[in-house]
């Protein structure tokens, strides 16, 4: 009996530059890596607005070509950066782009069109843990939270897990279940995130929205959550805040 669950998990840059949640995620993904199918898909915004600052410059005086060049390289050097302090840590990661042999096909205008799940599953799974770029065929810069979705729904995932320990994004959950849910409530319903939409932050809406849609495109449980939680449901799938649930 196959016990092993695919889970493919979307983390922002933020988190990875924190020192504390990157101990802390680098530790999780030893334990549980060679356990489960994990596949990891990354955005680096916070990296780039981080080397804008440091550089005094504003993102309006650079053209647009000068911006999409210095954002695609962050946002290599970042996959890189990741991987290799995973590695030191023999965690068998492996940096790749969103092209790379052809996994992720991009459509005309740029926007993901298909993904070769057989080809993750034979050539990643079960040996290496895959780091994804969300960079497509001629350094085309992908939305990287729509494709963590695509590769959830591809693949069939058991999990599609957003995860971050940013306070500020955490605080939303407890808030907003003191104000709309029970504060003991560990599901959100898309009737329920509809109504509470006024009051949630675009990221975080954003999110929720791909959650939904990955659960009706048959991805097996979807979730908002912090690195403690992510840790307890790869160890024993029990329900942990916030599950988004399809009704």
Known sequence: MNLRKTAVIYLR???????LSFTRLRAILKKYVHRNNLLIVFDAEYQYQKNLKEKGIQEA???ASD???LKAAITRDLGKTFAQKLSEELIPALSLTAYHLGIVKTSSNGEVAAIQAELIRKRFFGNTLPIFAAIGDQDVLLNPKNLAKIFSIGLKADYLIFISDRKDWLNQVRELNGKFLDPNQKTLTESESIVMKDNLSNEWFEDIESGFHALKNGV???FLTDLSNFEKLLQSQELVLMELIHN
């Open 13 to 19: 840059g933020i988190d990875l530059d924190d020192v």
């Open 61 to 63: 005086q650079l053209s």
């Open 67 to 69: 911006s999409h060049r």
């Open 220 to 222: 097996n449980r979807a």
